[in-house]
């Protein structure tokens, strides 16, 4: 994260949260999970296929829009009050604009595909924020008659938390949260405990699970993100929750996360520093208990990575986008390095199945829905309070060792029209996940350029459908030089593995 940004959260929080308040989100002197649990010497049980109690579908960043003809006009009017255009944007604005934000076709064939692959049924449709583009009344009402038309949710629980483009619609208009509830069923809400709490944040029960829908009050650093009434909310619901039952999990929607956390969690806006990504107002709060589990979108990143589930004193998820996919910063076949659209975007809408057994532990299958395959393994979170509970996705799987290339590994060169190209086999995860290859180019006659290439990591659902040849265009080099070529194979994590090394001579 950039140091202003940095700088910028650390002043907001001072203004916004009290020193006291702070203080009172560590104590743990009412969390039965905490104390005199019976279960913490032990080992959770093992997920109970045949005793699933409750299964929901995760979706988030849907998007769905009224008319093609007026889809951007939100996202225009909010880069113009920062005083930017699309093209002083990092996420390839102007591409989406003129492509992505035309149809809803995603959400369409994303939802009926999920709710196939539950055995059991369906409880309940989980959605941490932008269920709209724009906030219109029009998109809402539109949102509204797809769930109707789907069998197997439309007489369910609809749980969300607001995102930034729910609040891009004119003021005039009203609230978001009062305009939705007004639109919906009544059976949205039925699962609900009581009325609506600050700034319209919602607390449901569904087959005996709490949910907590908390939403953000600004999504600009200088206006402060989460006030300190519904920080208090948050903190009195969940201590009411855990309270209730400690042995379950309490699932927390927010359309943030946690900085430092799930994939995504530390992305920065170039040139728009004031835009909140993530944040960690929260924290404090959900670190009391072992049992939450957050529930977090915005940043459209893609589920295909491991850093998508984190474990530290609660659980953390990031819900992967129905509607497009971006990625980080700094990938030369990414716009040399200054675009994070990856080149199927639009292809692949994802979603996810959440299913919780008799004892608390849940199962979640990330499925990408354009492919219609699911994604990597499915996560298990074991049930809260025993020894086990919080150990399985621990930030601790970033000492992973580095990918290893076949021992028969070298690197093939082309030159074709002066664009001199790469060919080699794809590296092994070994025990992670192939993010990138790092490459550097050293002619001898100074400090070697540095590039990044990501892998085809999000383009397939699983490790073993990736492309058994890496295909790597370095551009057109100087002719009459030596070139020095290594190829790194490194992790999600950052983790470099083995090295192929090459010597062009052009």
Not at 17 to 26: E, I, K, L, Q, R
Not at 261 to 267: F, M, P, Y
Not at 399 to 411: D, E, L, M, R, V
Request: charged share 20%; net charge negative; glycine share 8%.
């Amino acid at each position: 994260m950039k140091k202003k940004t940095i700088m910028a959260l650390m002043a907001s929080a001072m203004l916004t949260v009290s020193a006291g308040f702070m203080t009172s989100c560590t104590d743990n002197s009412d969390n039965p999970t905490v104390n005199d649990n019976p279960n913490a010497q032990t080992d959770a049980p093992a997920f109970d296929e045949n005793n699933i109690v409750l299964a929901f579908v995760g979706m988030s960043d849907i998007h769905i829009m009224e008319d093609p003809a007026t889809s951007m006009k939100g996202i225009l009017d909010a880069i113009t009050a920062m005083g930017k255009t699309p093209e002083d944007l990092s996420v390839d604005m102007q591409r989406l604009l003129d492509t992505s934000f035309k149809t809803n076709e995603s959400f369409q064939k994303a939802f009926p595909f999920l709710a196939a692959k539950s055995g059991r049924g369906l409880d309940a449709l989980v959605v941490p924020g932008d269920l709209t583009n724009n906030g219109r009344q029009a998109e809402i009402d539109t949102l509204v008659k797809y769930l109707n038309a789907e069998p197997t949710i439309n007489t369910k629980p609809i749980l969300f938390s607001s995102g930034n483009h729910d609040l891009f619609s004119d003021p005039t208009e009203g609230s978001f949260t009062q305009r939705i509830k007004a639109t919906l069923p009544t059976t949205a809400y039925a699962a609900d405990i009581k009325p609506l709490g600050a700034n319209d944040s919602r607390h449901s029960v569904v087959g005996g699970i709490h949910f907590i829908q908390i939403n953000v009050d600004n999504y600009e650093w200088s206006k402060g993100v989460y006030l300190v009434p519904t920080l208090r909310w948050l903190e009195a619901e969940m201590a009411e929750a855990a309270k209730a039952d400690p042995t379950k999990p309490i699932f927390v929607t927010s359309h943030l996360a946690i900085p430092g956390t799930v994939t995504g969690s530390n992305l920065v806006t170039n040139g728009a520093d004031d835009a909140v990504w993530a944040c960690d107002y929260i924290k404090p709060i959900l670190d009391k208990y072992p049992q939450a589990f957050l529930l977090s979108g915005h940043t459209h990143f893609s589920m295909n990575d491991e850093r998508d589930i984190v474990q530290d004193k609660f659980t953390m998820m990031n819900i992967g986008p129905v509607h497009y996919l971006i990625s980080d910063l700094g990938f030369w076949n990414l716009s040399e390095g200054q675009g994070q659209l990856i080149d199927e975007y639009a292809d692949h809408p994802q979603a996810t199945l959440f299913e919780v057994d008799k004892n608390g532990t849940t199962r979640i299958r990330c499925y990408d829905c354009g492919r219609g395959e699911l994604i990597g393994e499915p996560f298990i979170v074991n049930a809260p309070g025993y020894r086990n509970s919080l150990t399985t996705y621990g930030l601790d799987r970033a000492n992973k060792p580095g990918p290893t290339f076949p021992a028969s590994a070298t690197i093939q060169t082309t030159v074709k029209d002066g664009e001199v190209l790469l060919s080699f086999p794809r590296a092994n995860g070994n025990g992670s996940q192939v993010y990138y290859y790092l490459v550097k180019i050293d002619n001898g006659s100074g400090t070697p350029e540095e590039r990044k290439y990501q892998t085809d990591i999000f383009s397939v659902a699983q490790e073993s459908e990736m492309a058994a040849t890496v295909s790597i265009s370095l551009g057109k080099l100087d002719t009459g030089k030596t070139y020095t070529v290594t190829v790194t194979a490194c992790n999600v994590w950052d983790k470099a593995g083995d090295t192929l090394t090459t010597v062009i001579n052009l």
